[in-house]
């Protein structure tokens, strides 16, 4: 399963892109987010680990995000959890001087149950994507 959420954030690119890879603001804006511990490298240097533990409708789940590639302007990032590998590519282009454009392309690879769910409720995907978009946006315009 692959898609792309993409928005329009209200600030200078270098701010945004500060802000995003600077992981002591992940509680500031990621849904759910109960702990996040650095396993591996340092401050999303690629082939840093960490792990992310989520709460999501009263359930509690683990991710492990691999850091691929980082250029500041776009990272390249595995999560895994049970059933599910995921590449997530974040993009973000100067729009003007004062607009950053924010894409975030998913490509789902999906095993047992969570292949079912995905075949039967893709839409829940993506509406996470965009809650974790949104709750960017909203953190970076403050």
Known sequence: MKYTIETIIQKPLHEVTQLYNNINNNSKWMPGLITH???????????????YTFNMKGRDFTITET???????EIIAEFT???TVNTQ?????KINDTSTSYKVHES??????MKVIGFLMPGSFKKQTRQFVDAFKEFAES
Do not use: A, V
Request: avoid cysteine.
């Open 67 to 73: 850091i691929l590639q980082n250029n500041l302007t």
């Open 89 to 93: 590519t974040t993009q973000f282009s």
């Open 37 to 51: 511990e650095t396993i591996s490298s340092h401050n999303r240097e690629p082939g840093s680990k960490s792990i």
């Open 81 to 83: 959890s049970n059933g």
């Open 108 to 113: 789902f690879k999906l095993t047992g149950f």
